[in-house]
């Protein structure tokens, strides 16, 4: 017992050294952020401080793609504005918020010891996107903040008393919508809200958040009227809806979206011991041969194509087999049984699902996007099956966890730096 409680420890000092270390050497793993930092979001944070309306009003031509909440209360709430390298240092200390907040939902939803729930959260630390989201003062790891407060929020709904019971539906909406004005993509979250309530007929919640949305919609609505509609991106008026998120690029996405679920998923599914069932594996067989076949028609050939997003076994797959691209269909067949398998257990899993295929929308899918998003599903939102939770309160999970996401850490950095390093 002494030993696992001090490899806890040792994981959780690692993880925090990394980060701070992370920091101080400008560490950008994610590639793009210190550009996005300085060609997008730092100067829209000091024009807001110079003149608030003229720069809402033409917040498309500075080129951000995200929505300008992040923006609006750095630029009159953070005291740090005055210098970039302070400014970062204030996000990525803020940053850690996120893993407060995290631990307290799991350590209460999962039953958890209150060290392994810190342990749980701290993966976040390690996660390439996050620190780099943290460590050059982007926008990201706000909306995930203000979403696990939503989520926070939904998980006590229902054990409070009339009155209190409306104060959590206020407060989910509010965090959920705060998330949705910082990243558009976070809508996801308020419609699975939405619909939730209408299968499982919870009329008492639908009313209320229905309610509750629409108020916290008007800012959005007033937005459209100012920019005269969905503000179009940078000097030559890219549409942002349609030329980059648009519906019509789910389904070259969807070959793609199983690989992500798969990675972030594994160490988990890794102890269910079923990932290789007899059922399993003739389900995995199935798909695998008719995305083999699919393949051989030539319907994937624009992944070998794509210089931007895929995930890392798309990555992998192009590091390693070139335009061969059967390692990457073999995962893809394993992250479709894995969602099917999902999909079984609850009407809930299936609703989740069909909300986070908004994630498929963008032109090109990133995994940026989904990091820690499927890592906070897990743990707060899917429902995982009778006994499947227990499997959280075991020390070999949380070693399993750790290690893990340490060697997807590493493999990342060796990535970024040594196979494919960006000036």
């Given at each position: 017992?002494?030993?696992?409680?001090?490899?806890?420890?040792?994981?959780?000092?690692?993880?925090?050294?990394?980060?701070?270390?992370?920091?101080?050497?400008?560490?950008?793993?994610?590639?793009?952020?210190?550009?996005?930092?300085?060609?997008?979001?730092?100067?829209?944070?000091?024009?807001?401080?110079?003149?608030?309306?003229?720069?809402?009003?033409?917040?498309?031509?500075?080129?951000?793609?995200?929505?300008?909440?992040?923006?609006?209360?750095?630029?009159?709430?953070?005291?740090?504005?005055?210098?970039?390298?302070?400014?970062?240092?204030?996000?990525?200390?803020?940053?850690?918020?996120?893993?407060?907040?995290?631990?307290?939902?799991?350590?209460?939803?999962?039953?958890?010891?209150?060290?392994?729930?810190?342990?749980?959260?701290?993966?976040?630390?390690?996660?390439?996107?996050?620190?780099?989201?943290?460590?050059?003062?982007?926008?990201?790891?706000?909306?995930?903040?203000?979403?696990?407060?939503?989520?926070?929020?939904?998980?006590?709904?229902?054990?409070?008393?009339?009155?209190?019971?409306?104060?959590?539906?206020?407060?989910?909406?509010?965090?959920?919508?705060?998330?949705?004005?910082?990243?558009?993509?976070?809508?996801?979250?308020?419609?699975?809200?939405?619909?939730?309530?209408?299968?499982?007929?919870?009329?008492?919640?639908?009313?209320?958040?229905s309610i509750f949305y629409l108020l916290f919609s008007i800012p959005g609505f007033l937005l459209i009227l100012l920019w005269d509609g969905i503000f179009k991106l940078g000097d030559d008026e890219i549409n942002l809806i349609r030329d980059y998120h648009n519906p019509k690029f789910i389904l070259k996405n969807l070959i793609i979206f199983p690989t992500i679920f798969?990675?972030?998923?594994?160490?988990?599914?890794?102890?269910?011991?079923?990932?290789?069932?007899?059922?399993?594996?003739?389900?995995?067989?199935?798909?695998?041969?008719?995305?083999?076949?699919?393949?051989?028609?030539?319907?994937?050939?624009?992944?070998?194509?794509?210089?931007?997003?895929?995930?890392?076994?798309?990555?992998?797959?192009?590091?390693?087999?070139?335009?061969?691209?059967?390692?990457?269909?073999?995962?893809?067949?394993?992250?479709?049984?894995?969602?099917?398998?999902?999909?079984?257990?609850?009407?809930?899993?299936?609703?989740?699902?069909?909300?986070?295929?908004?994630?498929?929308?963008?032109?090109?899918?990133?995994?940026?996007?989904?990091?820690?998003?499927?890592?906070?599903?897990?743990?707060?939102?899917?429902?995982?099956?009778?006994?499947?939770?227990?499997?959280?309160?075991?020390?070999?999970?949380?070693?399993?966890?750790?290690?893990?996401?340490?060697?997807?850490?590493?493999?990342?950095?060796?990535?970024?730096?040594?196979?494919?390093?960006?000036?």
């Open positions: 017992m002494y030993k696992y409680f001090s490899l806890k420890y040792l994981f959780l000092i690692i993880f925090l050294l990394t980060y701070i270390f992370g920091f101080f050497l400008r560490e950008n793993i994610a590639g793009g952020a210190e550009k996005d930092f300085l060609e997008f979001t730092w100067p829209v944070i000091l024009s807001f401080k110079l003149d608030f309306y003229h720069t809402l009003k033409n917040y498309g031509s500075f080129g951000e793609g995200s929505l300008p909440l992040f923006h609006i209360l750095n630029a009159y709430l953070n005291p740090f504005t005055h210098n970039q390298f302070f400014f970062q240092g204030s996000i990525t200390f803020i940053s850690l918020i996120n893993l407060i907040v995290f631990s307290q939902i799991i350590e209460k939803k999962l039953k958890l010891k209150k060290i392994d729930a810190i342990i749980y959260s701290s993966i976040f630390l390690i996660l390439p996107f996050f620190r780099s989201s943290a460590f050059w003062g982007i926008t990201e790891n706000l909306g995930w903040l203000f979403l696990l407060l939503s989520i926070k929020y939904f998980n006590l709904y229902g054990r409070e008393n009339y009155k209190g019971r409306i104060i959590n539906i206020f407060l989910i909406c509010f965090f959920s919508s705060l998330a949705l004005y910082i990243r558009p993509y976070l809508i996801f979250f308020p419609i699975f809200i939405i619909l939730k309530s209408l299968i499982y007929k919870d009329y008492y919640l639908f009313k209320f958040s798969f990675l972030y998923l594994a160490p988990f599914e890794m102890f269910k011991n079923k990932i290789f069932s007899k059922k399993n594996i003739i389900n995995y067989s199935l798909i695998l041969s008719i995305l083999l076949f699919l393949n051989y028609l030539d319907i994937f050939n624009y992944l070998n194509l794509l210089s931007l997003g895929g995930g890392a076994f798309l990555k992998i797959n192009k590091i390693i087999f070139d335009d061969n691209l059967i390692f990457f269909l073999i995962f893809s067949s394993l992250g479709i049984v894995l969602i099917f398998n999902y999909f079984l257990i609850s009407k809930k899993n299936k609703l989740l699902f069909f909300c986070l295929l908004i994630f498929c929308f963008p032109k090109y899918i990133l995994q940026e996007y989904f990091e820690p998003l499927i890592l906070i599903a897990l743990f707060t939102l899917f429902d995982l099956g009778k006994n499947n939770y227990k499997i959280f309160q075991k020390d070999k999970t949380v070693f399993m966890f750790c290690t893990f996401f340490s060697i997807y850490y590493l493999g990342s950095f060796f990535y970024r730096y040594y196979l494919n390093p960006i000036n």
